[in-house]
């Protein structure tokens, strides 16, 4: 099995797997801000886009505006960026779209990572300050990545045939609650012929009502044409009033409303849940590449 991650040498990881796994891993941090990037790994990508933000923020320094300061949580389940007060979610990066995590080998403060965007699909590149972790904490997402790739193949991998056969049951489900409809719809419009027919052969001069028919059960058939009618039964009484059909909730032959397992667990699965799985498993085996590098070009990269 190839790796789906590459790490500097000799470096270890900084936690033990249930710190990932059970909880998260803060970190505090200045954000620099994020920014477009063609490309999904590379250095001189990370580095282009560092000195971009570096000289932005350069010039809301001279204007009297604070870096913004954010707390990182890192877990298995991705790495998240708060507001550190209201601890308010500002962006959560999923670790199946990080793509490529990087620190400065010379400023231990300034480190960066490129993440897929989940609405525009877009390549983000996220740079920070993170006062002397920098390296610490790319390998603790390198780290939450290995953890999360590993669980990926434990469970969701091997639960992908599983979930197609539920999405191919479910279809199925729907097909036949279509066709049941369609049997229903054909079978009242012939009721409403058959009807229609005895109405129209009764004798012209007959003064005496013609007693309904019967079906095997000795019910009379259900008419929309009839059902507010003053026929009384046999035994004398009135038949109570059929109530009207509705069509806006389809229902089974047992009169259930459809089962949908996507929708159970109050949204516990996507809508496209197998898209959502071969998105991870893509995102995974592109892996995640770490690297050390030198982002500070000139004096002026080196402070922010």
């Keep these: 099995m190839n ?28 954000f620099l801000g994020s920014t477009e990037v063609e490309q999904p790994k590379g250095t001189e990508v990370v580095r282009d886009a560092v000195r971009k933000l570096k000289f932005a923020r350069h010039i809301k320094k001279s204007e009297g505006q604070k870096i913004p300061k954010v707390e990182l949580q890192i877990s298995i389940y991705g790495v998240k960026i708060l507001e550190p007060k209201t601890k308010e979610v500002q962006h959560n990066c999923q670790l199946h779209r990080i793509s490529f995590c990087a620190d400065d080998k010379t400023d231990k403060r300034i480190f960066t990572f490129i993440c897929k965007d989940s609405e525009s699909n877009k390549h983000l590149c996220y740079v920070f300050d993170s006062e002397k972790c920098a390296e610490e904490i790319t390998l603790t997402i390198g780290q939450a990545f290995d953890l999360a790739y590993r669980k990926f193949l434990e469970s969701g991998g091997k639960d992908v045939e599983t979930r197609k056969q539920i999405a191919g049951l479910q279809k199925r489900i729907q097909d036949l609650e279509t066709e049941n409809m369609d049997l229903k719809n054909k079978v009242q419009d012939l009721e409403n012929q058959l009807r229609i027919t005895q109405v129209s052969t009764s004798p012209a001069g007959s003064v005496t009502p013609k007693s309904p028919s019967t079906d095997i059960f000795d019910m009379i058939p259900f008419s929309p044409i009839s059902h507010q009618s003053s026929i009384p039964t046999r035994n004398g009484t009135q038949p109570p009033p059929v109530p009207s059909r509705s069509t806006e909730i389809k229902r089974d032959l047992f009169g259930a409303e459809p089962f949908d397992p996507f929708n159970c667990g109050a949204g516990d699965f996507p809508p496209d849940i197998q898209s959502k799985l071969d998105e991870m498993q893509e995102g995974f085996k592109m892996g995640l590449t770490l690297e050390g590098t030198v982002f500070c070009l000139d004096p002026l990269d080196s402070r922010c």
């Design 3 to 30: 790796r789906a991650f590459s790490r500097k040498k000799d470096k270890t990881w900084m936690h033990t797997p249930e710190a990932l796994s059970k909880h998260y891993i803060p970190y505090n941090a200045k």
